[in-house]
């Protein structure tokens, strides 16, 4: 029995939803770091107003970051759980036919029984998945609500731009004091 072109469709979507979040990642990251030279510029020459645009800018562009990272786990554990369920259910109907044929080849009523279970157990799985998704889509949407980071997290944020800066400032007074002493030279 092979795979139906729906199933291959659904797989090629997870896949593509997936593929999709890591490039979001990856843009965010590049990101990240443009308001990071910015910052470190704005701090080097004084412009506060500039250097707490960029901060903002960082710090949500974290945050965005944060929330694509939990919303492609829960796809991706949703996504492994469904599978792990419709194999369930598979394997459950599977049982029930096998439940049916020996059966019919014993006679005996206690298959009917036991087939019945299988069903009801069946129903059960498909239940457990749909709270399962419900219970993910409600995770997602608090994601939401989380919107700046906290006083620990904004202080992280500006020492890493304040250090950059500060390693930038020393190479740009090598560089002058070595452009002096050239000067000094051909003098």
Do not use: P
Not at 12 to 34: D, P, R, S
Not at 113 to 136: D, P
């Amino acid at each position: 029995m092979g795979v139906s072109k729906k199933e291959i469709k659904k797989k090629m979507l997870i896949k593509q939803t997936i593929n999709n979040m890591n490039k979001q990642i990856q843009k965010l990251e590049a990101q990240k770091q443009v308001y990071i030279d910015a910052g470190k510029q704005a701090k080097q020459k004084g412009l506060t107003a500039q250097y707490n645009l960029a901060l903002a800018g960082l710090k949500t562009t974290i945050m965005q970051q944060k929330r694509v990272y939990e919303m492609k786990l829960n796809f991706e554990i949703t996504s492994q759980m469904k599978d792990m369920s419709a194999m369930t259910a598979d394997f459950l109907q599977g049982m029930g036919s096998l439940s049916k044929d020996m059966m019919k080849l014993t006679k005996e009523k206690d298959f009917l029984k036991v087939e019945k279970q299988f069903n009801e157990a069946m129903v059960s799985v498909e239940l457990q998945a749909e709270h399962m998704e419900n219970f993910m889509e409600e995770t997602q949407s608090a994601f939401s609500t989380n919107a700046m980071g906290s006083a620990e997290e904004n202080s992280e944020i500006e020492n890493l731009i304040s250090n950059e800066a500060a390693s930038d400032n020393i190479t740009e007074s090598m560089i002058e004091k070595e452009l002096e002493e050239l000067k000094k030279r051909m003098m």
